[in-house]
């Protein structure tokens, strides 16, 4: 694998989570190239018509992608790693999706090769960001045999 595309929904509004993002990307930078794709936002107060207008802008992006979804696998930051290298040894790019603060719409979770959830726990779709980016440091350094999982 030669990138990994972060697609999501929405601009990163906080600045400590803008913060976070960065400090993250600088850390993967010299295991993998991370291309960070920003969709606007649907201003749709319905949910459900957000999730499609969003849905179309996702799919306009990425036709094959791992969507981060609360209702997707669950896996240990090893196994992570595992399914990390497993794609790295596979194919050229990557793309991972984070729906807006929707979610996102059933044509969007049909469409992913695979649904991951970063816990059975519901996060705000900024701070799933964090969390992302903490967790792919955290399986290039578990494949690169570093120090920093325990």
């Known amino acids: 694998m030669r990138k990994i595309r ?8 906080d600045s400590f989570i803008g913060e976070a993002i960065e400090k ?10 991370v291309e ?6 649907a201003a749709d107060a319905d949910p459900a018509a957000a999730r ?13 992608f791992v969507l981060l979804d609360e209702g ?12 990390i290298r497993t ?13 807006g603060a929707f979610g996102t719409s059933d044509e969007v979770k049909g469409a992913a090769a695979r649904k ?6 519901t996060f705000t779709h900024q701070m799933t960001r964090i969390i992302l980016l903490e ?5 290039f350094t578990i494949i690169r045999g570093k120090t920093y999982h325990y």
């Open 36 to 41: 960070v794709v920003e969709l606007r936002e």
């Open 24 to 33: 993250y990307l600088k850390l993967i930078s010299p295991y993998m190239k």
């Open 52 to 64: 499609k207008r969003e849905a179309a802008r996702i799919l306009e992006k990425t036709s094959s």
């Open 6 to 13: 972060l697609v999501w929904v929405g601009k990163t509004k």
């Open 87 to 99: 794609l790295a040894e596979s194919s050229a790019s990557m793309d991972l999706v984070i729906g």
């Open 72 to 83: 997707g696998d669950e896996m240990t930051s090893p196994e992570f790693s595992g399914f």
């Open 135 to 139: 967790q792919l440091y955290r399986a």
């Open 116 to 121: 991951i959830a970063l816990s059975r726990m």
